[in-house]
């Protein structure tokens, strides 16, 4: 355990030094910032940007505005945070910083499970950061209730879970970034494809991250998502699984 909690340590101090952790924090914060104030404005730049004499009939901004902004933007979000942190396995073996640790008895599945835990909790941060800071301006320039808020904020939490233990397990297998991001995108693209059938929807991890508005216009309810959590949790619990066997068979 101790070894543990110093290589998450490690990663947290290591995150902090490259600026990594602030690069992220900077955006999700801005992006937290910028989702209700571009629902709040968007149908006046709509209406400047028509042509003299067209008119266009928009509806007031409502609460739900913001969240749909909240959710297209932390696709891109993620997107940058897997970019970010896609070096997290691949830099160690690179510059070869594990062997003396690994000579001495560090086990090898502390070190992917400490890096896990130190990217989930950074993700989990920067993830609220973005959600509260959302909630705050929402409240005040866009009040409204809305139902299923925090179901739905857990989902989309989850689905970026799932892609970044799979850019660890890109790292693990193929030990460069160009391998976490290529099995982290190559993956999301699957689900994407898989998503186009609907009878596959309901088990597809993909509903996470496309069905969170639903939830929020009351078109779909908290139960429609079990399925799909359940696979996901699968997924990761897999893919950690995979991972740890990969590194452990690593030639470092």
């Known amino acids: 355990?101790?070894?543990?909690?110093?290589?998450?340590?490690?990663?947290?101090?290591?995150?902090?030094?490259?600026?990594?952790?602030?690069?992220?924090?900077?955006?999700?914060?801005?992006?937290?910032?910028?989702?209700?104030?571009?629902?709040?404005?968007?149908?006046?730049?709509?209406?400047?940007?028509?042509?003299?004499?067209?008119?266009?009939?928009?509806?007031?901004?409502?609460?739900?505005?913001?969240?749909?902004?909240?959710?297209?933007?932390?696709?891109?979000?993620?997107?940058?945070?897997?970019?970010?942190?896609?070096?997290?396995?691949?830099?160690?073996?690179?510059?070869?910083?594990?062997?003396?640790?690994?000579?001495?008895?560090?086990?090898?599945?502390t070190v992917i499970l400490s890096k896990f835990t130190a990217i989930i909790s950074i993700w989990t941060v920067s993830y609220l950061i973005c959600f509260v800071i959302t909630l705050i301006y929402t409240r005040y320039l866009l009040p409204g209730e809305l139902p299923n808020l925090p179901f739905a904020a857990c989902c989309m939490w989850l689905f970026g879970v799932l892609e970044i233990s799979m850019m660890l397990l890109g790292g693990a297998l193929s030990g460069s970034i160009y391998g976490s991001l290529l099995l982290a995108g190559g993956f999301a693209g699957v689900l994407m494809l898989a998503y186009i059938f609907p009878k596959l929807e309901e088990y597809n991890p993909y509903l996470l991250s496309t069905g969170c508005v639903s939830l929020l216009t009351s078109e779909r309810v908290p139960s429609d998502f079990y399925v799909s959590i359940i696979v996901t949790l699968a997924f990761i619990l897999l893919i950690m699984i995979s991972s740890i066997c990969s590194f452990n068979k690593k030639q470092i």
């Open 1 to 109: 355990m101790r070894a543990f909690i110093a290589m998450a340590k490690k990663e947290f101090l290591e995150s902090i030094r490259t600026y990594k952790l602030l690069i992220v924090a900077t955006v999700f914060l801005l992006f937290g910032m910028l989702n209700p104030i571009t629902a709040k404005i968007m149908p006046k730049l709509l209406s400047s940007f028509m042509p003299e004499g067209m008119t266009i009939t928009l509806g007031e901004p409502h609460t739900v505005d913001s969240w749909i902004q909240f959710y297209k933007n932390m696709s891109t979000q993620l997107i940058l945070f897997v970019i970010v942190f896609s070096g997290i396995v691949s830099n160690e073996l690179t510059k070869g910083t594990l062997i003396n640790m690994l000579t001495k008895g560090l086990p090898r599945k």
